[in-house]
Every structure is written in structure tokens, then in C-alpha cells.
């Protein structure tokens, strides 16, 4: 039984760029959450989709935007991408109560 | 929002030794985990415990909701444990995870 999956696993932009991350969930969950984790300190909650639609949303500016497909995968974008958007992105996926985690998506912006 | 404060924030073990990380939460909590991040960045769940104690091999962890802390308990140390160690609650119900400052632990051969 696969877990989460995350892609690609690291990645190299040049600041005013932008990024797409992409996420398929663990086989039967079918909630997305998406994390930010700079370097030291712990993840920081982006957003969270549930039925293709965005439920709850942390407190990150209009840059960074999602997308939940049919088969419950995916996306996080990020627009304009600054020098402090440099860190781990995370997602995790849940059906009830407990997060699995991928292994994350190492972002540096130049 | 709900605060989540970890402790201690370092910790240096000699192999064999045994620990205890503790989490206190600032409000009632609805779900609460127990993760530990190794050093690729991984985030393991190791626990699931909103409530009550749980023991998996050298691992175990305690939750005390009414009194808004939680207690992971390492035994018997490995190399193989270190890391961080987090603990995350959802104060709403909504499976919004909040994270603490992680304590992150060493251990020596």
C-alpha cells in the first residue's frame, strides 16, 4: 500500500518565478494538507482540501494557491516566489483524525 | 489560535538511557499526534493520542486532556532516535494540525 507521494523532491527557481508541488494521498484518505517548514522550526499549516474544495487555509498571502483533483491528488501553488519561501513543503493526508506525512518537497528560490 | 509549547528544546542522550518530551497545549484538544522527523526530513507518526496512554515497542506516550499536556516516553535509546520529535493538536475538530517547536534529540553511541 503506497503512502504519500510527493513530487519532485527537490527543486531550484529563481525568485519571481513560479511553482507547482504535487501530492497523491494514501490509498483510502481522501483529505489533502499542505505545511511550510523553514529551516529549525516546525511545519506551518498553508491549507487543507476536502471534496475539491479548500476547507480551512493558515494564515499564508494569495501567493500560494491549491487545487484538489477527482482522485483526491493534489497540487500547491506558489506565485511570485520570494527568497523566504525557501523551505520543506509538506503534505500530509487523513481520512479521520491521523496525518500521514510524504517525505516533502525541498524549495529553494535564488 | 491554540499555542503549543514543546520541551526541552535539546536534548543529548547516551544510548540506552531513557526520556521523557513533554507537550503542553493552551486550549482543549480534539485530536493530537505524536511525530518524529528524521534527518531527511520524514515525519513518521508515532503516535495518535488524544487521550490515555499508548505504548508501541520502546515508545510509548500519555495524554492528560483535562489538564492539557501530553508525554512521549523513549526507552531504552538508539542511535536510530534521533531527530525531532513533534507533537501537533487540532483544537477544532477539523483536523487542522497546529505544531509545536519540536524537541530535538541526540543520540550518542
Known amino acids: 500500500d503506497a503512502g504519500v507521494t510527493q513530487s519532485p523532491t527537490h527543486l531550484i527557481k529563481t525568485r519571481g518565478q513560479q511553482v507547482t508541488l504535487r501530492c497523491s494521498p494514501k490509498s483510502g484518505h481522501d483529505t489533502v494538507s499542505w505545511y511550510q517548514q523553514a529551516l529549525g522550526q516546525g511545519p506551518q499549516f498553508i491549507f487543507q482540501?476536502?471534496?475539491?474544495?479548500?476547507?480551512q487555509r493558515g494564515n499564508f498571502p494569495d501567493r500560494f494557491s491549491g487545487h484538489q483533483f477527482p482522485n483526491y491528488s493534489s497540487e500547491l501553488n506558489v506565485n511570485a516566489l520570494l527568497l523566504g519561501d525557501s523551505a520543506l513543503y509538506l503534505c500530509a493526508s487523513s481520512r479521520t483524525a491521523g496525518y500521514t506525512f510524504g517525505s516533502g518537497t525541498r524549495l529553494t528560490v535564488v | 489560535g491554540i499555542q503549543v509549547e514543546q520541551s526541552p528544546p535539546d536534548l543529548i542522550l547516551q544510548e540506552g538511557a531513557n526520556s521523557t518530551l513533554r507537550c503542553n497545549f493552551s486550549?482543549?484538544?480534539?485530536?493530537l499526534q505524536w511525530f518524529h522527523q528524521n534527518p531527511w526530513g520524514q515525519l513518521i507518526n508515532l503516535f495518535y493520542?488524544?487521550?490515555g496512554t499508548k505504548q508501541n515497542g520502546r515508545l510509548s506516550a500519555t495524554t492528560v486532556a483535562t489538564e492539557r499536556y501530553s508525554l512521549l516516553y523513549i526507552s531504552s535509546s538508539q542511535t536510530t532516535d534521533s531527530g525531532v520529535y513533534f507533537c501537533a493538536v487540532d483544537g477544532s475538530g477539523t483536523y487542522k494540525y497546529i505544531f509545536g517547536t519540536g524537541t530535538r534529540l541526540k543520540v550518542l553511541a
Open positions: 482540501y476536502y471534496e475539491e474544495e479548500e476547507r
Open positions: 493520542i488524544p487521550s
Open positions: 486550549d482543549s484538544v480534539n485530536n
